[in-house]
């Protein structure tokens, strides 16, 4: 009977085994799941926005709507085109500009204007916006994704960075007014 | 001859593994089992080994960057012999792999194969087409092209409709607050080691609990599953009547996967690669994306889905209908097998079936797209021109100036939006034209601001014109009456 005595030992070891690489396992986990989340990583969000140009005022005539593009603040060399984000520009009056996102409201799909009839038209699921970015018909639940804009010596400057989607549209105001 | 049976007999001397692979082979299955019914989880499992060999080919050459994954594809297309056969063979052997997973699905369903004892079996394999779609997805994100890049779009839109952290799942998802770089990276990771580990893990534990437990027996009406008594039974039934599934079997499965992979060669030959579209530039706005075939039914059901019901129906939709796919062995775990006895089953299949057709039907139209260059590129057809005033055809100029024509079709042709225009003038008075017009609703935006009246005038006297020969335009029964004298004479014959 001194067999299960010696068993026992080697049970426990056992145990102490598969706990000890329980331990590491745990320890290993963190820097892992740490890793997995850095898109979300509170530093980085913080850092998806800022201030990029779109061109000189001269570009967007008064009452016109005009497409624009700008290289995404935050960028990889390996992005290739895909750093490459249009948008819609409007300028109302002269002195007020409305930013609109290329993405439509409903599922992100390019939305194109049309300056005969005033609309923009989604070639998805037929989202339809009004010239101000209000929504005329279809399936989207809400107006184009707008952003904020400043202008700048001439120039005419949104915050940009980051994706519009329904989840997520921060950026977006109703009627803003020029910061400068 | 001698030598080879040598060489065997050395290798399982030390392998030890030929005892095993002859009782599987030769395990017995029922007679009835033997069927032609019974070929599509084996089609299935042929061609993800199609898949395995094409993807690893090319996986040679392609590269997994957002700068240059277009142009290797343009490279494996056009510039590496037989490159676009193999990418044919990958992405048709993708369409028939979904379509075969369905179809076994369907069968095992109807055939009650997902009763005791075979749950787990059933339930794996809903992860196994999870995963299979999973697969689907992220090789179509993997054609970097237009299509890919929106598709991607799509993919954050929904999920960043799930509440409280809906924003963060889609950074997680495009690695990034864009489609970028990182996104293409991960979904390679996805596709390429994450999802096939899984598949094949999943497929692995499938096959196991078949071989272990036996193929399902050929249902009889009558023949009911109980717990207490089938396990018995079954030995009965395959003791009674089996045959060995080597060579009593095996050979329906073989010539069905020859028949496959000859189809998805034929295929892959005839028809060619799918794309790549245009590249994933997202400043090339002039595109109008589509997802893969297999996910046409749900860019259909995206479209008609009233905006209320969107996020619900994005968000728990697809939560309800794995959990049901889910519980169905343990909800109906007992009891008929027969498709004859089972008339809910039967119609569950034929409405998801129909549903499906229909969705997918809808979605190679998408009727309820603008057709966008409508208005530039499809002329008003002469018979709605001839003999019309200076006015009426003033008003067809402003229709197709406006882009009416990319909502309304003529003749058959534009968009397929809003209702057809060919006799307008049947349904509506002047007043409810001008009033529709101007005012939309329905689904149709104002046109208010964007008309001058005297666009207006001219517009809806041409819709005027638009009734069939022969059929008189909708009039105002009142109208004569409010333009009329007290008298009761008319007041003018043209107001």
Same mark, same amino acid.
């Given at each position: ?180 | ?353 129909? /549903? $499906?057709?229909? !969705? ?8 309820? #797209? +603008?057709?966008? &260059? @409508?208005?530039?590129? %499809? ?78 005038? /001219? $517009?809806?006297? !041409? ?8 059929? #008189? +335009?909708?009039? &105002? @029964?009142?109208?004569? %009456? ?14």
């Amino acid at each position: 009977m001194t067999l299960p005595a010696s068993l026992s030992r080697r049970a426990f070891f056992t145990k102490l085994g598969i706990f000890l690489n329980g331990l590491v396992g745990v320890i290993l986990a963190v820097p892992i799941v740490r890793y997995l989340l850095s898109p979300v990583a509170r530093a980085r969000r913080q850092g998806y926005e800022s201030w990029v140009p779109l061109g000189n005022l001269e570009q967007f005539p008064s009452g016109e709507t005009r497409l624009a593009t700008y290289r995404n603040p935050v960028v990889n060399p390996w992005d290739g085109d895909t750093a490459d984000i249009a948008c819609w520009v409007r300028n109302v009056d002269g002195t007020t500009f409305q930013v609109f996102a290329i993405n439509c409201a409903h599922l992100g799909c390019p939305v194109r204007w049309f300056a005969q009839s005033s609309l923009f038209m989604c070639p998805c699921h037929g989202g339809v916006y009004y010239q101000d970015g209000s929504r005329a018909s279809g399936p989207p639940e809400r107006g184009l994704f707008q952003y904020h804009y400043k202008i700048d010596g001439g120039k005419l400057l949104i915050q940009a960075g980051e994706m519009p989607t329904p989840g997520h549209a921060t950026n977006i105001v109703r009627g803003i007014q020029p910061c400068a | 001859m001698r030598l080879i049976a040598s060489i065997g007999e050395w290798l399982d001397e030390r392998l030890q593994i030929g005892a095993s692979i002859r009782e599987t082979a030769e395990h017995e299955v029922p007679r009835k089992s033997a069927s032609w019914f019974y070929v599509f989880g084996s089609a299935a499992f042929a061609v993800f080994i199609l898949q395995i060999v094409t993807g690893i080919m090319l996986a040679l050459i392609y590269v997994p960057s957002a700068g240059e994954a277009w142009s290797s594809l343009q490279t494996l297309n056009h510039n590496v012999s037989l490159g676009w056969y193999i990418r044919a063979l990958h992405g048709w052997g993708s369409d028939f792999m979904v379509a075969i997973v369905l179809i076994h699905m369907m069968q095992v369903f109807l055939f009650g194969a997902y009763k005791y004892p075979r749950e787990l079996t059933w339930i794996v394999g809903v992860f196994l087409l999870l995963v299979t779609l999973g697969m689907a997805f992220s090789g179509q994100v993997l054609r970097f092209d237009q299509d890919a890049y929106w598709g991607l779009g799509i993919g954050a839109s929904i999920s960043s409709r799930i509440p409280l952290i809906g924003p963060f799942v889609v950074n997680l998802l495009l690695g990034g607050p864009i489609i970028a770089g990182a996104t293409l990276s991960r979904f390679f990771a996805l596709h390429v080691f994450v999802i096939p580990g899984l598949l094949i893990t999943f497929v692995a534990v499938h096959l196991l609990m078949v071989l272990k437990l036996g193929i399902n027996e050929w249902p009889m009406p009558g023949r009911v599953v109980r717990k207490a008594t089938y396990l018995k039974e079954y030995r009965e039934l395959t003791r009674n009547e089996g045959v060995p599934f080597v060579p009593g079997a095996i050979w329906k499965d073989l010539f069905f996967s020859a028949f496959i992979l000859f189809s998805i060669a034929l295929c892959a030959y005839y028809f060619g690669p799918f794309g790549p579209s245009g590249p994933p530039d997202p400043t090339i706005i002039q595109t109008a994306p589509r997802p893969d075939y297999f996910f046409l039914w749900l860019y259909a059901v995206l479209s008609y889905l009233p905006a209320s019901m969107e996020t619900p129906a994005l968000l728990i939709g697809p939560v309800v209908a794995i959990l049901a796919l889910l519980l169905l062995p343990f909800l109906a775990g007992e009891g008929e097998k027969s498709w004859r006895r089972r008339p809910i089953a039967v119609l569950t299949v034929l409405l998801a079936a129909v /549903a $499906l057709a229909t !969705f997918t039907h809808l979605a190679e139209h998408t009727p309820w #797209s +603008p057709v966008m &260059d @409508a208005w530039s590129g %499809i002329p008003i057809p002469t018979e709605f021109l001839q003999n019309r005033t200076a006015l009426e055809r003033q008003g067809a100029l402003v229709f197709q100036v406006k882009q009416c024509h990319n909502c309304h079709s003529l003749a058959n042709q534009g968009g397929k939006r809003g209702p057809a225009l060919d006799s307008v003038a049947v349904r509506l008075t002047q007043d409810q034209l001008i009033r529709q017009v101007i005012q939309g609703g329905g689904n149709m935006p104002a046109y208010g601001k964007n008309l001058k009246p005297a666009e207006t005038t /001219a $517009l809806v006297a !041409f819709l005027q014109t638009l009734h069939p020969p022969g059929q #008189s +335009p909708a009039r &105002d @029964a009142s109208r004569s %009456i409010a333009l009329s004298d007290e008298a009761g004479k008319p007041a003018s014959k043209n107001p």
